[in-house]
C-alpha cells in the first residue's frame, strides 16, 4: 500500500498530530470538493429535481453497499441514515420482537452509553418488562443462558480499546437462541470485519470512514432475516411505496425498510467522498499497520512514560486505539491538545489515542511519543488552564 499517497489524500493542518480519527475522522480533500459540487451544481442549480437527477434518493442504499464492502456485508444488507443512537433503538427493537418470549438484553460494561440507554429508553416504552443485563466484558460468554432475548455488544471497547471476538460471541448467543447485535463504531475502516452469521449490526461513518461531523450512521441485517423485520421506526421512507403516500404504513423490501426519514443529503456527498479513499484499501494491510503503529506507541510508553499505565488487559485483544489510564489524563490530553497532539480523554481516567494508517505513520508516532514524554518528565500537565474541563472531552 502506498501509505504517503492515501495521507495525501486528506488535509491535515501544519504542525499537528491528529491521532483522534477513531473519533472525528479528517477532512478528506475529495469531500471539499464533492460537497461544493453536490450544494453548488445540484441543490443550487437542479432544486427538487436533485432527488431524481443527481440520484440522491438512492445514495443510502448504495453507499450502504459500499460501506458493506467494508464490514464483510453482501450487497443489498446495509443502509445509510440517521445517526448510530437511532439505529443501536432501530435494531434493538426489531431483535426485540423477534424475541417474544425473552425478557433479557444482555450487554457489557464495555459498551458505549448511548446504546445502553437507548435500550432502557425502549424498555421503557414497551413496558413488558424487558431487563437490561450489564456484565464484564470478559463474562459475557458465561452469561448467556436461554432467557437473553439478545446479546447487543460494540466489537471494540470505546475506552479500553479491548476487542471482542465477534465470531465465538455470536456462535455462542446463536447456540443459546439469542439474536446478536453488533456496535461496529470502532470497527468500520478500522480492520476486517467478519460478520460470523450475526443478526444486526451497526456503525457511524464520521469515525474511521472520515465522513464528517454528524455523518449518519449504518445498520446491517442478515440477508435472511430482511423480510421477516418489522421496523419500529416505521417512517415513510421505508415504506414500500412512499410516494403513493397511503394512509397506512407497510414495510419497504429488504433492508430499505431500516430507512425512516429524508436522507442528510450533503452529508452523504461528503460520505461518499470519503469512501472513495477506500476503494484502494486493503483493510488487512491496513490492520496490520495499525497494529505495530499502537504497538509502536504502547511500547515506547512502557519504556519512557512509567506513570502512564495501559488501560487494555495484558492478553486482550487491541482494537486501533491505544488507552492510557492517569489520574490526571484529562489534563495531560490538555498539554498534549496544546502542543499540536490531538487525543482525547475519556472519564474518569482514560488518555485516548488511535492509531489510524490512511493518515499517520511512523513519524506521527515518533513524534508524539516525545511530546508525551516530555509532558509528563516536566509536569507540563500541571496548569491551571489543563485542568478547566470543556464540554466536549
Ligand atoms: C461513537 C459511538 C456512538 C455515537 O452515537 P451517535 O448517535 O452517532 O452520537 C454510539 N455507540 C458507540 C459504540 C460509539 O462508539
Not at 417474544?100 to 464495555?110: A, M, N, Q
Not at 421505508?238 to 429488504?254: I, K
Not at 461518499?272 to 499497520?289: K, M, P, Y
Not at 498534549?336 to 480523554?345: P, Q
Amino acid at each position: 500500500m502506498d501509505w504517503a499517497a492515501l495521507r495525501d489524500r486528506f488535509i491535515l493542518p501544519e504542525g499537528v498530530i491528529y491521532l483522534d480519527g477513531n473519533s472525528l475522522g479528517p477532512l478528506p480533500r475529495g469531500a471539499m470538493e464533492r460537497v461544493r459540487r453536490t450544494v453548488e451544481d445540484e441543490w443550487g442549480q437542479k432544486l427538487i429535481r436533485g432527488w431524481n437527477e443527481a440520484g440522491w434518493m438512492d445514495w443510502p442504499a448504495r453507499l450502504g453497499d459500499r460501506i458493506g464492502r467494508l464490514i464483510g456485508a453482501a450487497p443489498g444488507s446495509v443502509v445509510v441514515g440517521d445517526t448510530l443512537s437511532i439505529k443501536v433503538y432501530q435494531a434493538l427493537a426489531s431483535a426485540l420482537e423477534m424475541h417474544p418470549g425473552r425478557r433479557v438484553i444482555l450487554s457489557d460494561t464495555g459498551n458505549f452509553p448511548t446504546d445502553l440507554y437507548m435500550a432502557e429508553g425502549l424498555i421503557a416504552s414497551l413496558g413488558k418488562g424487558h431487563d437490561l443485563r450489564i456484565v464484564a466484558p470478559d463474562a459475557v460468554e458465561a452469561a448467556i443462558d436461554d432467557d437473553v432475548a439478545v446479546v447487543m455488544l460494540t466489537q471494540v471497547d470505546y475506552r479500553s480499546g479491548r476487542m471482542h471476538d465477534m465470531a465465538a460471541l455470536t456462535k455462542a448467543a446463536h447456540a443459546a437462541g439469542a439474536i446478536t447485535i453488533w456496535d461496529l463504531a470502532h470497527s468500520a475502516g478500522a480492520h476486517e470485519v467478519d460478520l460470523a452469521g450475526a443478526d444486526f449490526a451497526v456503525g457511524c461513518t464520521y469515525k474511521y470512514l472520515n465522513a464528517g461531523p454528524g455523518a449518519p450512521a449504518f445498520i446491517y441485517v442478515r440477508p435472511d432475516l430482511q423480510e421477516e423485520v418489522r421496523p419500529a421506526l416505521s417512517g415513510w421512507l421505508g415504506h414500500s411505496e412512499p410516494f403513493a403516500f397511503d394512509l397506512s404504513y407497510r414495510p419497504g423490501r429488504g433492508i430499505e425498510r431500516m430507512r425512516v426519514g429524508t436522507p442528510p443529503v450533503l452529508q452523504l456527498a461528503a460520505l461518499e467522498a470519503a469512501l472513495d479513499i477506500w476503494d484502494g484499501v486493503d483493510v488487512g494491510a491496513l490492520r496490520a499497520r495499525s497494529l505495530a503503529l499502537s504497538g509502536r506507541f504502547a511500547d515506547g510508553v512502557a519504556a519512557r512514560c512509567p506513570d502512564l499505565v495501559p488501560a487494555l488487559e495484558t492478553g486482550a485483544v487491541r482494537g486501533s486505539q491505544v488507552s492510557l489510564r492517569h489520574p490526571e489524563g484529562y489534563a495531560i490530553v490538555q498539554a498534549l491538545i496544546a502542543r499540536g497532539v490531538i487525543g482525547d480523554f475519556r472519564a474518569p481516567d482514560i488518555l485516548r489515542f488511535g492509531f489510524t494508517p490512511l493518515f499517520i505513520g511512523e513519524a506521527e508516532v515518533d513524534g508524539a511519543l516525545a511530546i508525551l514524554e516530555a509532558i509528563m518528565a516536566t509536569r507540563a500537565w500541571d496548569r491551571p488552564e489543563f485542568h478547566a474541563k470543556k464540554a466536549v472531552t
